[in-house]
């Protein structure tokens, strides 16, 4: 918990900043260097977004300001706003941060999600959508969460996407890289997929309460293998960030050779996607 208590920040910083790292091995994932390609390159982001903000907006109030943790380009944020909610979004990338706050009249902050720079039990909700599997320690994250929300506020938790709700050739080739990268044991340098009973139990050693778990949701989007191939290449992954040398070669580069000598490979294919489940967490 911060020694002290701050006020809301609505203007990105100037200069980059320095954040404290979980430990001296394992640090949260900044996007940084994938900011100005992520949202052409990540393939049709924003109607995955319209549909992740539909999932949440049964969770949410109008009637209260909502920080989005991990906001990243703000495309959830900007669909949750067009939705009619008041959103702060908060990333700790400074490029993300930047073109979030073009799409959020700047009402976003630069900070780690470790270390948030609101005042103690000033929220009444927050959200993160895809953010527990790249950060360091989500205790901290759970933890810092739970300081700044007041009690009975609300932490709405979208966990990273199903393994293998795909079914498509797309799916099966990515799903089979992971799954090889994971085996490395170099990749993720401590960084991990977790369940939602994983999350959950990391919630509660945080001295949250859950109020409501959803069953997983599914959308389905568009991409064609040549975007997917890019989209790896450009490492628009979390898993991807840290990964280098023999698994790169290895493991990444073959991948996107197969994805590239798909039949077809500039054919949009129709893919589904999702979230484990919707965490409902009362402070």
């Not at 995955?48 to 990243?72: C, N, S």
């Not at 702060?88 to 999600?113: E, K």
């Not at 470790?114 to 950060?135: E, G, K, Y």
């Not at 099966?172 to 890289?177: R, V």
Request: proline residues 7%; contains cysteine.
């Amino acid at each position: 918990m911060p020694a002290a208590a701050r006020d809301p920040v609505e203007t990105i910083a100037p200069s980059p900043v320095t954040f404290p790292a979980a430990s001296p091995t394992v640090r949260s994932l900044s996007f940084e260097d994938l900011a100005v390609d992520y949202d052409a390159r990540f393939g049709r982001a924003s109607a995955r977004e319209q549909l992740l903000a539909d999932i949440l907006k049964p969770y949410l109030h109008r009637e209260h300001p909502v920080i989005d943790i991990g906001t990243g380009t703000g495309n959830l944020a900007y669909q949750l706003q067009a939705k009619g909610f008041v959103v702060t979004g908060v990333d700790l990338s400074p490029r993300m941060a930047r073109i979030a706050a073009r799409r959020l009249c700047s009402r976003v902050v630069l900070a780690d999600a470790f270390d948030l720079p609101f005042r103690n039990a000033s929220a009444a909700q927050l959200c993160s959508i895809w953010l527990t599997h790249v950060v360091g320690n989500p205790v901290r994250v759970f933890l810092e969460a739970k300081r700044v929300l007041r009690p009975g506020g609300r932490y709405v938790v979208l966990p990273v996407g199903v393994p293998e709700a795909g079914g498509d050739e797309i799916s099966d080739i990515i799903e089979s890289m992971n799954d090889q990268l994971s085996r490395s044991g170099e990749a993720r340098l401590g960084l991990a997929w977790r369940t939602t009973g994983e999350n959950l139990l990391l919630a509660e050693a945080a001295g949250f309460h859950a109020a409501h778990v959803g069953p997983p949701a599914y959308f389905s989007y568009y991409q064609s293998p040549m975007e997917a191939a890019a989209a790896v290449e450009a490492r628009l992954f979390g898993s991807l960030l840290r990964v280098c040398g023999r698994e790169w070669h290895s493991i990444v580069e073959p991948t996107i050779a197969r994805l590239r000598n798909l039949p077809s490979p500039y054919a949009p294919r129709r893919r589904r996607s999702g979230v484990q489940a919707v965490i409902e967490l009362e402070a």
